[in-house]
């Protein structure tokens, strides 16, 4: 279908973007529009302004800042997935979509979109980034554990762009993995596992895990973190750790699987998560 | 075993891909005349729902909106006729009732596509929701009505064994059941589903119609597999002779049985045009075609082997009930039937088949890639393996044990009771177990247990009915005779040397991607000895091309090959004339050779075709008697359908933590006949295989108890891509048919039909000794855990 009408507005930086979003009752801002696109034609959503950031320049760079990397809004997934970023943003960006999609969506749409089976809202999770919104008062930095919200809902004001993601250079090892829609690592995450790991002295140090495709949004899970910390990392105290996966976390059932499946398949990545992150410690 | 050449011709390019790969493949939606409005429809968001009412004043009064038409403003028109027209025969526009989510309730005509929208956004019907009838089993209870005025539900039983023959199949079922008296037989039965499909063109359909009123005609161009049955439909329902319609179809970008349908949009765009004197076009949405072109399968049944502990099958049983939709169109009660043909497979026993044909408050089901034939194929080679394994034989030998044997053939009678023209199962089957070396995989299967990895492998075989041409088939009584069509389904063909010894050919039949143009070619070249560069094949303009039907059910290279290989022999009898004449020769002296016309044993005594053709275009040069020109038209009309086979072999492997199933091999051992371009038969494949895998694997139709399409986006139906298949490892017997002088037989389904079953039977072995029996398709990751879950659990799977 076509989209219903609407308005069109491509701004030249960050900040007549923000204008433009508050001058609408209802805008949507638009980096490769590889969500946006599909819901406005099938009029799901029907915005009274696009404010496209396409041409805002500055925004398509991966920049190391020193004690952060730092993701600008423009970056696409491509990009990130060719990146040295850890491994687990890599990764899921490497399985999101197809090549097109890789070639033209943006990481941090994909972050602000906070689709419910997103690959890399798992990964900037697990990693403690920090997401950076601008909007017409200024500059705010929000935690990534406080950003995804709800399906298809972050904590983004509607006159806010994320026009950054930062991910801390905290050590460790990371790793991400899922279950696709068409098997293996395809498509949609029916349900994945982002692991962040730290030892030190045969212990581990730190730990955070988040998950997609189990609920509505991406989640921490918290459960796994607490019971491996502390711990040597064996396989037994992994797999135990990962049998908390989700200790607290809403699972939904959904068309690729049941509450108990996808509760399952929540453990089962978590543990395979954690496992490649820590051979690589 | 394997061909790499043909004695037709050989493994050439494709001669549609450089403009097809370049973006230079001229579509419907691309053609633009001056002046068109664009269609879009308003559809039924209930299953099953009263109309109340519809007000469309809003809509009409959006400036740019030329007509918003209802039931009544086309109730005079239809319905288009099916071919076999029992049930409910689809309404123009719904009547008073809607039956299914997506049915069309009112057509809007605008400016834009995009105001049409709008404008059908604003068209204002109030429904008064009834229950809906989705679930097979509950429509065929009959508790509630799809449609009131039906007696039933069940609309139609086809009933074989063998087909129609009452007393025949009254004997097969005495037989059947005495067997299972026996003590020496084990009964094996399994319930199984063949989930509904949605047929996924690149280029949905489309139609763009012309009416000038000067002239009384209608230009219409569609993305149809059938233009000469459109033309044919839209004289009829306008009451105009044939000749006053002429379609056209352009490029199709795919159709796989989906677009061998005279749709309603079609004739209602041709009414608008009429209506309104401007070009009307309709592009159908990617997100309304599931809703709006057919669906494909939809069986639930129940399949029963009985057969003694050493592997002779003494009856098979199929009892079905197959989903039809809420309206009957071209071929849907005609699918099953289909089935029927090939319901007994390769074997010769006892079978018994009964399909009931039900409807329900879903979209209409009609022909998908295959059409019947992988459903009943399906259940067969899925339940020989559980026989198989219930007396625990290799499922390679239960099938060899049970074949047809060679000597019956050509023309043994399959148990269903069809008269099938060639065929050599047994070594079809031999050449695969050696060729992709069938013990071998055994071993490495076994190595990979050993190591814990569980992995399967499946063995099917499979035959196919295709090449529908012969003229019996008309005793059938299908509809099309009414719209002016040969409903024998005749082949045809046209093969012109033109002037400066170019040749046109022009067939009746058209493609949607399977290469005629580099295929008609390759026929015409092989006669003639002319160049295939020299070679253009013409299509889809019934201005132009002789009386026609088209690609579906594999018969092009079966049918209309043979009509235009024939017309190019009487194109070369009448050069051989024309050259005995200025050769002063014989006739029966004339040789053609290196594509020019001698005198055999003075090869110097020649002329070339640009000769000959030159010659043939002035008539005083030619002998008296003999009309000027160099062209000839024949149809052929088959004495049988043609009966290709194969056998097919997969190798999976199940991550059981999570239900992944990973194809790591699949290899497929077919038999088409004689093969005319063997890198387009291998594509072929490729694509059937595709689409197989994808049935097994990925995709399925999904209605809520409501009626509701809960996968009517490609975002929840997915469908396998390049990187979700492996490298298919193929290779040929070649078994000609002796039913038309080309010896080929189709080869457009055989990877459908010979795959789905062959990659469950393989997860299903992978599983076995978890305790799972079988698994539903498609073999989701969630179905394939939940079976090892239920079956770790003792529950049945």
Request: glycine share 10%; net charge negative.
């Amino acid at each position: 279908m076509f989209p219903r009408k609407f308005d069109y507005v491509a701004p030249s930086s960050i900040d007549e973007a923000v204008a433009a979003l508050s001058d609408s009752e209802f805008a949507k801002v638009m980096a490769g529009g590889m969500s946006l696109i599909p819901m406005m034609k099938l009029r799901l959503l029907s915005p009274e302004t696009v404010v496209d950031i396409g041409r805002i320049p500055g925004l398509d760079e991966i920049r190391d800042e020193g004690d952060y990397v730092s993701i600008g809004a423009l970056v696409r997934h491509a990009q990130t997935a060719a990146s040295n970023l850890p491994q687990a943003l890599v990764d899921a960006a490497s399985w999101t979509g197809d090549v097109q999609v890789r070639n033209r969506g943006t990481t941090c749409g994909a972050a602000a979109h906070s689709d419910i089976a997103a690959d890399q809202t798992a990964a900037v999770l697990a990693l403690g980034a920090t997401m950076i919104a601008q909007g017409p008062n200024g500059t705010r930095e929000i935690p990534s554990s406080e950003f995804f919200v709800d399906a298809m809902t972050s904590a983004l004001e509607p006159d806010e762009i994320l026009t950054e993601i930062r991910i801390p250079k905290i050590g460790g090892a990371t790793a991400y993995d899922k279950l696709g829609r068409r098997g293996g690592h395809t498509d949609y995450a029916v349900a994945g596992a982002a692991a962040w790991v730290q030892k030190d002295n045969g212990s581990i140090s730190g730990c955070r895990v988040a998950l997609t495709g189990v609920g509505t949004n991406a989640t921490l899970a918290e459960g796994v973190a607490e019971a491996l910390v502390g711990t040597d990392g064996s396989e037994q105290a992994v797999k135990e750790a990962a049998e908390r996966a989700t200790d607290g976390v809403t699972v939904l059932e959904d068309l690729y699987g049941s509450e108990e499946y996808k509760a399952h398949l929540a453990k089962v990545f978590t543990r395979r998560a954690l496992t490649q992150a820590l051979s690589f410690l | 075993m394997t061909t790499t050449t043909s004695v037709l011709g050989g493994a050439i390019r494709r001669r549609e891909d450089p403009a097809l790969i370049q973006g230079e493949g001229r579509y419907v939606d691309d053609i633009k005349l001056s002046g068109t409005v664009h269609a879009a429809f308003v559809r039924s968001p209930y299953a099953h729902a009263r109309i109340a009412s519809i007000d469309t004043l809003r809509a009409e009064e959006m400036e740019g909106v030329h007509a918003v038409y209802v039931a009544e403003d086309v109730r005079h028109l239809g319905p288009v006729l099916a071919q076999v027209p029992v049930g409910k025969l689809r309404p123009l526009l719904a009547d008073g009732m809607a039956s299914h989510v997506g049915e069309s309730v009112a057509m809007v005509v605008a400016d834009s596509r995009a105001l049409a929208d709008d404008a059908a956004e604003a068209v204002d019907v109030d429904y008064e929701p009834l229950p809906a009838v989705v679930d097979l089993k509950q429509a065929a209870s009959d508790k509630v009505k799809v449609h009131d005025e039906l007696d039933s539900n069940i609309i139609l039983t086809w009933e074989c064994g063998p087909w129609g023959n009452e007393e025949g199949i009254a004997q097969t079922k005495e037989e059947i059941a005495q067997a299972k008296q026996r003590d020496d037989v084990v009964v094996v039965s399994q319930e199984m589903i063949n989930q509904r499909l949605i047929p996924t063109a690149i280029e949905p359909r489309a139609v763009l119609a012309d009416w000038n009123r000067g002239y009384q005609r209608f230009e219409v161009y569609s993305s149809t597999q059938v233009p000469h049955a459109l033309a044919g439909a839209i004289a009829k329902t306008f009451g105009l002779a044939s000749n006053s319609v002429r379609v056209l179809a352009p490029e199709v970008g795919g159709g796989f049985g989906a677009k061998l349908n005279i749709y309603n949009d079609e004739v209602l765009v041709a009414f608008a045009a009429q209506q309104l004197g401007r070009p009307v076009k309709y592009t159908e949405e990617r997100r309304e075609s599931p809703n709006s072109t057919i669906q494909g399968r939809g069986w639930v049944g129940t399949a029963t082997v009985t057969g003694t502990r050493d592997g002779e099958v003494l009856g098979y049983e199929l009892h079905a009930l197959c989903d039809m939709g809420a309206y009957t169109q071209n071929f849907t009660v005609a699918i099953p039937f289909l089935g029927v043909f090939v319901g007994s497979g390769q074997y010769k026993f006892p079978i018994h088949m009964k399909l009931d044909c039900v409807t329900t408050h879903t979209m209409t089901t009609d022909a998908y890639r295959g059409a019947g034939r992988p459903e009943a194929i399906y259940y067969l080679e899925r339940i020989l393996d559980e026989y198989a394994a219930a007396i625990g034989m290799d499922p390679a030998d239960v099938r060899r044990r049970n074949y047809i044997p060679a000597s019956e053939f050509p023309g043994a009678t399959a148990p269903v009771g069809f008269a099938v023209d060639t065929g050599d199962y047994e070594k079809n089957l031999d050449a695969a177990l050696k060729h992709f070396g069938w013990d071998a995989l055994l071993q490495e299967r076994d190595l990979a247990r050993e190591e814990g990895r569980n992995v399967g492998v499946g063995l099917t075989s499979y035959v196919e009915v295709c090449g529908f041409g012969p003229s019996a088939l008309a005793d059938l009584g299908f509809s099309w005779s009414e719209y002016g069509l040969p409903s024998s389904f005749n082949g045809s063909g046209l093969v012109r040397v033109n002037p400066d010894g170019s040749v046109t050919t022009i067939i009746g039949t058209g493609p949607t991607g399977q290469g005629h143009e580099t295929t008609w070619a390759q026929i015409v070249s092989r006669q003639l000895g002319i160049d295939e560069e020299k070679i253009r094949v013409r299509h889809g303009d019934t201005a132009e091309s002789p009386m026609g039907i088209g690609t579906f059910g594999s018969r092009s290279a079966a049918v209309d090959g043979p009509a235009t290989h024939q017309a190019a022999l009487e194109v070369k009898a009448k050069a051989a004339k024309i050259a005995a004449h200025l050769l002063e020769a014989a006739e029966e002296d004339i040789r053609f050779e290196n594509g020019q016309a001698h005198v055999a044993g003075s090869p110097d005594r020649s002329l070339s075709w640009e000769e000959l053709a030159k010659a043939a275009y002035q008539p005083h040069l030619l002998p008296e008697g003999l009309a000027g020109g160099l062209e000839a038209h024949s149809v052929f009309s088959p004495a049988n359908a043609t009966w290709p086979f194969g056998t097919h072999i997969a190798m999976v492997e199940v991550d059981t933590d999570t239900g992944d199933v990973d194809l790591l091999r699949y290899l497929a051992m077919d038999d088409c006949g004689t093969v005319i371009n063997p890198m387009i038969v291998d594509g072929q494949i490729h694509g059937g295989l595709a689409q197989g895998i994808g049935q097994a694997l990925f995709e399925d139709a999904i209605y809520d108890g409501d009626g509701n399409l809960l996968t009517g986006s490609l975002v929840d139906y997915p469908l396998p891509t390049a990187t979700d298949l492996p490298t298919f490892e193929l290779a040929r017997t070649v078994t000609p048919t002796d039913i038309n002088p080309l010896g080929v037989k189709g080869i457009g389904e055989a990877g459908t039909i010979g795959s789905a079953q062959t990659i469950v039977n393989a997860v299903v072995d992978a599983l076995r000794a978890l305790g799972v029996k079988h698994i539903d398709m498609p073999l989701r990751p969630k179905r394939v855990w939940q079976a090892i879950q239920a079956a770790q659990n003792g529950s049945d799977s």
